[in-house]
Structures are given as C-alpha cells and as structure tokens.
C-alpha cells in the first residue's frame, strides 16, 4: 500500500494559486466568501455518525480508510462546509509508539499503561507513520479523490506534545494535569525526551499526511494553555513546538496553529509557528487578531456553546463574529473548540448558510 501514498506532490500546490474559500484564506489571500468549517463537525451530534458508532467501534472506524472517509463527508454532504477534517482523533498515533489506547464510552479515551518513569519514556517507539496510521492516511487519499472535483479540500491533524504528554502521563482526560506537570517538574531532562519523541512522530505524521494528500494541517494544543502558565510554557513547551511547527512547515500547506486558553500569551504561543492562528472564544475576535497582527490568518472564535442557544442568539454571536473579523481575507469561520454531542443538527445547518450568505461577495 506504502506507493500509493505518494499521490500528490506537495510542491506544486505550492506554485498555484488556490481557488477554494478555504485555502485561500489560509493564505491570507481575498476570497469569494468566508469559508466555514467546525470542530469536532463529524460526530455524536449527527444522527448518521450515532448510527454508524452503534455497529463499529471509534478505533475500528479509524482504522478503517471506508468508514474514516465516510465519516468525513457526512458534514460535508449535510451542511456544505467549506473544509472537510479527516475522521480520526489525536491519540492513535500514540499506539504505535507503545501506549494502549482505548475510547471508553462515557468516559473519553483511555491509556492503560501511561508513563510514569524516565524508563517509560525511554522504551516509547517512533516508527513511521506510514506503518502505524495506513488507515487514516488511507481515509485521506479517498476523501480527496471525493471532494477533488468539488473544490472541498481535506484537513489533516495531529496533537502537540504537551496535550498527547498529558494523556500518555495521566491516562486520560484530566482536570489539573496534577501527575503530568509533577513530571515536567520533577523529571526535566525524561520531560524534553518525551516531548521531543512526540514531535518527531507528529511531524512525520503530519508530512505523510501532506503526502497522501492532506490540503492543510492543524496542530491541537488542547490543554498546553489550560495547564501553564506563560513562563512554563514557554520553558517547557515552546521549544519543542516551535521545532515541531519548522519541521511541518516543509510539508508545504497551510499550517493552523490552535492552541487553546493561550490568551494569557498568544503571542507567544503563535510565535511557535504555523501559518493561521487558532483562536478560542476568550478574546474578542477583532481584539486577538490586532494583538496578532492582520497579516496573519485565523480562524474559530465562536464559543461552541452557542450552538446550544436558539436561534436568534446564535445568529447574534454570529454576526458578531463577522463584523468584528471586518471582511478582512485571512479569516475563516469556526468555533474555537469542539462542537458538543448536544449541538442541534438545524443550528449547525444554520449557521453554515448564514456565514455563508453573509459574506458571499
Ligand atoms: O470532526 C472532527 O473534528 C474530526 C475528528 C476529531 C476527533 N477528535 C473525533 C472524536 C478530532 C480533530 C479530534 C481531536 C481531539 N481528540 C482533541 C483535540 C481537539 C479538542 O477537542 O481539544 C482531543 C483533546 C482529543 C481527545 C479525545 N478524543 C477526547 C477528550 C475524547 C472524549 C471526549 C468526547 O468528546 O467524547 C475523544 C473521543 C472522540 N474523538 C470522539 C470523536 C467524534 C467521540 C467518540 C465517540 O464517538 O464516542
């Protein structure tokens, strides 16, 4: 399987001007509308998705190129998106370094042997990608073939260090990353090798994604900005980010950088690298772009919880949004964390056209 993931040269994207919405202002380019597209847009909130998790299980689905792609496209088919992310999680690659993964139902992914020693670290593995996460990169080639001649481009994601450290360290989803940070504190030197070994698989594994097609790629930093202050992180986390950003910035797409709860040192943390700045809902849109700069593109803002509003809300928070992005290129719509299972499918398909019809020029 490994020759078909050499379908697309990366190097010509590069050369020609996009044409979609959505790569166009990722690179900061004028664009005939706002393009539009949502965290977490494929999953439990769609009856489709709830349907097909009742006959296969979340990894089974990943690892299967047909279900991943399928996946994919549901809320590009439903909704019209402008982007489509492919189907799949930030903890898979996880597996091939060593660390058993599983998703719990009700209570989020699980690692059955998290780290909790310089020793652990040590025997942690970075095989390929190309070994590891075929089914992902194989979901990747069959969407693109799909959305190709509809001008829809595809996604690929990794987790950045510190939020996979942090699952890998307390073994799940945490509330004050207590054990990881005692780590980070206490085991300094076994802290940089566990960063710089999920780096250097992140990094591999996004250019395999470029390669098998992949039109742009986000970096998640979840909780980096949730568990640190400015200082830690910029002498336990940066480093390595900004190596890891330089490493994926070769791969010749759109990089977004979305580092959540930063707001505290955003330009620091978009100093890492990436080419469109992932905002949360802290900030005021109009205020975290100027802070960063309007050269640089970004996406997201809208508080997710919005959704859970009716419609006449969601529509404000909306056009808010809007108006203080200014209509200025580089600015692509999206909610600044996952979409929760309990969104109504009609305010996802609301919104969609409303940003949409806003902003067509
Ligand atoms: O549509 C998309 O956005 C693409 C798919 C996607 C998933 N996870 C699917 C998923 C993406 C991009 C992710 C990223 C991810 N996963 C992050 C970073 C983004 C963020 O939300 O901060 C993180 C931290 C994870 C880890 C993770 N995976 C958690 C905490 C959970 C459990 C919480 C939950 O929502 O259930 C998951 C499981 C998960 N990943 C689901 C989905 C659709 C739910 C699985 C199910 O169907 O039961």
Redesign the pocket.
Known sequence: MAEQFQVTETPSEVDTEPTSPFLRACRGLPAERTPVWL??????YMPEYRAL?AQHS?LEVIRTPELAAQVTLMPVDAFGVDAA?V?????PPLVGMGLELD?VKGD??KIGNPIASPRDVDLLGTPPAEETMSGTLGAIMLVRRELESRDVPVIG?A?APF?LASYAIEGG?SKDFSKTKAFMLSEPAAWKRLLTKLATVQADYLLAQARAGAQALQV?D?WAGRALGREDYLRYVAPVNRDLYAAVARAGVPVINFS?GVNAYLVEAAACGGDVIGLDWQLPLDEAWAQLGHERPVQGNLDPASLLAPWRELRARVDDVLQRAAGRPGHVFNVG??LVPQTPVDNVRRLVERVQERTSR
């Open positions: 965290l977490r847009q494929a999953g439990r998790r979340m992310i189907f799949s999680d930030i903890l998703f989020g992914p994601f987790g939020t989803t998640f979840s959540l964390h996952g």
